[in-house]
């Protein structure tokens, strides 16, 4: 069974950084692209990051600059460093993995101003 447990979500202040980690189980990591989405409230999930197996990184215009997307194929982890967060960066991130095939269940990122 595969499984993807999303952390490291939270509550920060405008400017301030986080960094979510994602670790999968049941599946094999190495090979498979990985990737962040978000989901804001009455908004649609849109993407906000991936990495392929090959290292191949794609990032949505509005996190350029700010975000990184990181793996670990050792600890079967996918990473995303936020930092200068903005309000309109709040949602629910969740990890995918196998372009879209497996999901995690989200963590809550709140950016106040």
């Known amino acids: 069974q595969v499984q993807l447990v999303e952390s490291g979500g939270g509550s920060v202040q405008a400017g301030g950084s986080l960094r979510l980690s994602c670790a999968a189980s049941?599946?094999?990591?190495?090979?498979?692209?990985v990737g962040w989405y978000r989901q804001a409230p009455g908004k649609q999930r849109e993407l906000v990051a991936t990495?392929?197996?090959?290292?191949?990184?794609n990032y949505a215009d509005s996190v350029k600059g700010r975000f990184t997307i990181s793996r670990d194929n050792a600890k079967n982890t996918v990473y995303l460093q936020m930092n200068s967060l903005k309000p309109e960066d709040t949602a629910v991130y969740y990890c995918?993995?196998?372009?879209?095939?497996?999901w995690g269940l989200g963590t809550q990122v709140t950016v106040s101003s």
């Open positions: 990495i392929s197996s090959g290292y191949r990184i």
């Open positions: 049941g599946i094999i990591f190495r090979g498979n692209a």
């Open positions: 995918t993995l196998g372009a879209g095939s497996y």
